[in-house]
T-cell receptor, first 118, second 116 residues
């Protein structure tokens, strides 16, 4: 079974600085997706960034980028130029992309609470 | 509406009572998911519906939990004989298609269930 581990329960960063959130996962599959989701106090999960395992290039979305190390099964999120609105819980998640394609569940880590200080 | 909606937003019940939680997916989305988020934990998959296919119920924690999806749209998650450990936020998500295609899962705001 696949597992996702986030070893940093809390992180903090000063506004305009850069912070990196860590995520490791375990799987025997070769084809899968990895995600970072943001959950603000409103509880609504928001997709931040997605990485496809067969793509070697790290995904980037504006101030958000990932460092995907497939062999090490590591998937960290870097937030550049941190803003007060980035404060939230961040969850790393895994989705299979392998036969028999009969499920579509996301497997989540336990989250990292990010605080942003002015 | 434009997004996934869930009702009620909050539910307080007494131990042993049954509860029903409702999810309205985004119109046209064929896949629907339920997740549970206990305090301080990540989201735990409960059940997945895709069109008319048999649902993936592998995440339901006990036979007190059941879910149905009527007409391929609205879904209801039912918890019978609630226990205090059922207290959690229950999140629903929908996507355009599931499984063999990648489509983003869009989440609702969740229902916070408190069992006294």
């Amino acid at each position: 079974a696949q597992t996702v581990t986030q070893s940093q329960p809390e992180m903090s960063v000063q506004e305009a600085e850069t912070v990196t959130l860590s995520c490791t996962y375990d799987t025997s599959e070769s084809d899968y997706y990895l995600f970072w989701y943001k959950q603000p106090p409103s509880r609504q999960m928001i997709l931040v960034i997605r990485q496809e395992a067969y793509k070697q290039q790290n995904a980037t979305e504006n101030r958000f980028s990932v460092n995907f190390q497939k062999a090490a099964k590591s998937f960290s999120l870097k937030i550049s130029d941190s803003q007060l609105g980035d404060a939230a819980m961040y969850f790393c998640a895994y989705r299979t992309n392998s036969f028999p394609y009969n499920t579509d569940k996301l497997i989540f880590g336990t989250g990292t609470r990010l605080q942003v200080f002015p | 509406g434009a997004g996934v909606s869930q009702s009620p937003s909050n539910k307080v019940t007494e131990k042993g009572k049954d509860v029903e939680l409702r999810c309205d997916p985004i119109s046209g989305h064929t896949a629907l998911y339920w997740y549970r988020q206990s305090l301080g934990q990540g989201l735990e998959f409960l059940i997945y519906f895709q069109g008319n296919s048999a649902p993936d119920k592998s995440g339901l924690p006990s036979d007190r939990f059941s879910a149905e999806r009527t007409g391929g749209s609205v879904s209801t998650l039912t918890i019978q004989r609630t226990q205090q450990e059922d207290s959690a936020v229950y999140l629903c998500a929908s996507s355009l298609q599931g499984a063999s295609f990648y489509n983003e899962q869009f989440f609702g705001p969740g229902t916070r269930l408190t069992v006294l």
